[in-house]
T-cell receptor, first 116, second 117 residues
């Protein structure tokens, strides 16, 4: 089946604006993860969902960042009052479950966010 | 928190040769998973290989194999018969099994692999 998809592929915005990044996971995957990858770094965890609920949001850097997954499938990462330091690639991953076999995370192609 | 260290920012290998990428990690847990992901310029993170910590046998996937040394907390990736398409960033990642430190992946900073003809 189809893999994880993310839209838009690239997003350019101005400092102070609001942006939404979308992730469409693999069908049937109950766990969904958001990561942020700055230039020259490995991805860093932001938040993950098990079903509709945010099971762990400890990686969100501040209250300008928020994510939802209202129907347990598509997720949206929302960033308010964007800052230049928010510029990065935002990666989404999904897995069949969290624990044990089947928890391997499959990644989307990411959204490159540039805040001017 | 677990830390993952990749000490080689860049590596180079000739086509058809073998290269080994290093990874060490720090943890107090006994149950966990280790992964190698490949990230080409397209940005798509692709799973290369994974290892369950409770398994003593090293994982192998075709030309890719690992050397997992649990006591030394070392998890190196060996690529045999290197191909031009292997050129990419390679990330080592750690994940807890029991959720004590969450279920997200902890990544190293990556190793850029260059394959020369």
């Amino acid at each position: 089946g189809a893999g994880v998809s993310q839209t838009p592929s690239n997003k350019v915005t101005e400092k102070g604006k609001y942006v939404e990044l979308r992730c469409d996971p693999i069908s049937g995957h109950t766990a969904l993860y958001w990561y942020r990858q700055s230039l020259g770094q490995g991805p860093e965890f932001l938040i993950y969902f098990q079903g509709t609920g945010a099971a762990d949001d400890s990686g969100l850097p501040n209250d300008r960042f928020f994510a939802v997954r209202p129907e347990g499938s598509v997720s949206t990462l929302k960033i308010q009052r964007t800052e230049r330091g928010d510029s990065a690639v935002y990666l989404c991953a999904s897995s069949l479950r969290i624990r044990g076999l089947g928890e391997t995370q499959y990644f989307g192609p990411g959204t490159r966010l540039l805040v001017l | 928190a677990q830390t993952v260290t990749q000490s080689q920012p860049e590596m180079s290998v000739q086509e058809a040769e073998t290269v080994t990428l290093s990874c060490t990690y720090d943890t107090s847990e006994s149950d966990y998973y280790l992964f190698w992901y490949k990230q080409p310029p397209s940005r798509q993170m692709i799973l290369v290989i994974r290892q369950e910590a409770y398994k003593q046998q090293n994982a192998t996937e075709n030309r890719f194999s690992v050397n997992f040394q649990k006591a030394a907390k070392s998890f190196s990736l060996k690529i045999s018969d290197s191909q031009l398409g292997d050129a990419a960033m390679y990330f080592c990642a750690y994940r807890s099994e029991n959720g004590n430190s969450g279920y997200a992946l902890n990544f190293g900073k990556g190793t850029s692999l260059l394959v020369t003809p």
